[in-house]
Structure formats: structure tokens, C-alpha cells
């Protein structure tokens, strides 16, 4: 099993680019894809090998890809539609490639202490169950792609977000 968890917003680490600063805008964009989508892109081709016939594969996306949210959006969907790719491509196998989305999730660190009070009752209000995400949410969503169970289910996107995006 494999999963590809690294990435993070990297634009929370760097300065805007200033307005006609092509170069800075290509670099933040290239940061996310590196961190997000290639990261993920080269661990999985590096382990294909070795993996048995029944491995299975999970990436993590965001529900960024679907809202938008600039370089780290459009990363996260990349993330998505390489998957299908995955799935197609190593299904012959046995192995399965499937994509985790998650909104709003209390407990990690993905904002790193700069998501606000009033941001996050307007994230929590957005969702049908009226809470945010924790991260046993995603963890057990991931262990159901990982267990023997899911063996039938592949290429694809699960929402993990209390209806905050519908799979529209």
C-alpha cells in the first residue's frame, strides 16, 4: 500500500509575486505541482515495481480542486485526474488507485494557525452535517481504500467534506 500524503499549500510559505512578476508566479506555481502532484507522480512510479498484485494506492486531494484556490487547486486536481491514469493503467494487476478530497479538517496542520474563527464557522457552515472534518475522518475513509473490501473500487474521488462539495 501506498499512500501519497505529501504536499501542503506552499503558497502559505512565499511572498505574492508582485503584479507583472512572471517568473515569481511561475515559481509558486511550480511549487505546488512539485509538492503536490509530482511528488506523488514520482513515489508511486518509483514503487510500481514492487508492488504485489493487490496494492493499493491513495492519494490525497483537496476540496480545492473542485472550489479553485489558485496553483495548490489546480495542483490537487491534477492529483485527480493522474489518478484515473493510475487506475487504468495498473488495474490489469489488481491494484487500485483511488483519490481522498477532503474539506475542512480540524486536527492537522495544513493551515498552520492561520485559519481564522470566522473562516472556519463559514467552512463549517458550507457543509449538510454542520461540523468540520477531523483527521480520523480521513484516516478511515484511507483504511476503507486500503483494505481488501475496496478491491472492486478504483479511479476513484472520495469526498470527505460533510457535503460541502457534492460530487457535481
Known amino acids: 500500500m501506498l499512500v501519497n500524503n505529501a504536499g501542503g499549500n506552499t503558497d502559505f510559505d512565499r511572498t505574492p509575486p508582485g503584479a507583472g512578476d512572471l517568473a515569481g508566479l511561475a515559481a509558486a506555481w511550480r511549487a505546488n505541482l512539485d509538492a503536490n502532484l ?14 504485489a498484485a493487490d496494492a493499493r494506492i491513495i492519494s490525497l486531494s483537496s476540496i480545492a480542486a473542485r472550489r479553485g484556490a489558485g496553483s495548490y487547486g489546480a495542483a490537487k486536481a491534477a492529483v485527480e485526474a493522474w489518478t484515473a491514469d493510475v487506475a ?15 474539506g475542512l479538517t480540524l486536527g492537522s496542520e495544513f493551515f498552520r494557525g492561520r485559519l481564522t474563527d470566522a473562516r472556519t ?47 457535481r
Open 38 to 51: 509530482l511528488s506523488a507522480v514520482l513515489m508511486t512510479a518509483a514503487l510500481t515495481p514492487r508492488f
Open 88 to 102: 487504468a493503467e495498473l488495474g490489469s494487476r489488481g491494484i487500485t488507485a483511488n483519490v481522498v478530497s477532503p
Open 121 to 167: 464557522e463559514r467552512l463549517i457552515s458550507e457543509t449538510r452535517n454542520g461540523r468540520a472534518g477531523t483527521t480520523a475522518d480521513i484516516a478511515s475513509t484511507v483504511a476503507f481504500l486500503a483494505s481488501p473490501e475496496a478491491g472492486h473500487v478504483t479511479g476513484q474521488v472520495v469526498h470527505v467534506n460533510g457535503g460541502a462539495y457534492l460530487g
